[in-house]
């Protein structure tokens, strides 16, 4: 059994992302993992660091319980789509938010913690976008995706780290959008 905590970045509620997130915990149920979904749009957060990393920042209820979760957790999935050529601010929020005491942590500890306090665990980065995904992966380089996975889940430890993009979801068809929801199962189902 894995230990799953999957994190939907998107501040609207009812969103594709959202249901995406609700297939991945559904496949990964009818294995017999251990998922936990937690949806952006329904937690109660500043998203703001205001003070960045001089003064911790006291968690609220919602992120002392996804910050637990994503420490337990074997395996991490975040769905989010692409606004602006990145991911959604409550998205970015919340990793700066749930990450701040780990990183405080390390910066008082003179140099003798380890970065990588997530070694370990690996991932899923499942974005949602506008634009065709090979488009975005050729022609912008898929910056938002790298961000995520080198500058963020490699530098904590996190790999590997894969990803599933879905393009056009505005435009697709039903039977197309209902076909993405069941291969994010069939990976809630694999646990990758």
């Known amino acids: 059994m894995t230990k799953i905590a999957i994190v939907v970045g998107n501040p609207m509620r009812d969103s594709y992302c ?4 609700k297939a991945y915990k559904r496949g990964a149920d009818s294995a017999g993992h251990e998922a936990e979904l ?11 660091l205001r ?8 968690l609220e209820p919602d ?16 769905i989010f789509p692409l606004w602006c050529g990145d991911m959604p601010a409550i998205m970015k929020g919340f ?12 910066h008082r500890s003179q140099g003798k ?27 912008f380089g898929a910056h938002a995706l790298k961000l995520v996975k080198r500058n963020v889940l490699h530098f904590i430890g996190v790999s590997p780290v894969r990803t599933s993009t879905y393009g056009m ?19 809630g189902y694999q646990a990758s």
């Open 51 to 58: 003070e960045g990393y001089r003064r911790e920042q006291p």
């Open 95 to 106: 990793i700066e938010r749930v990450l701040q005491p780990d990183l405080l942590a390390i």
């Open 169 to 187: 979801v505005e435009m697709v068809s039903d039977a197309t959008r209902k076909q993405w929801l069941r291969e994010v199962e069939a990976l």
């Open 63 to 78: 992120l002392v319980t996804s910050r637990a979760a994503l420490h337990e957790a074997d395996h991490l999935v975040f």
């Open 38 to 48: 937690f949806i952006l749009a329904d937690m109660a957060f500043d998203a703001v």
């Open 113 to 139: 913690a380890s970065w990588k306090f997530f070694k370990g665990k690996s991932a899923r980065i499942v974005m949602t976008m506008g634009m065709p995904g090979w488009f975005y992966r050729w022609y």
């Open 18 to 21: 959202e249901g995406l997130g």
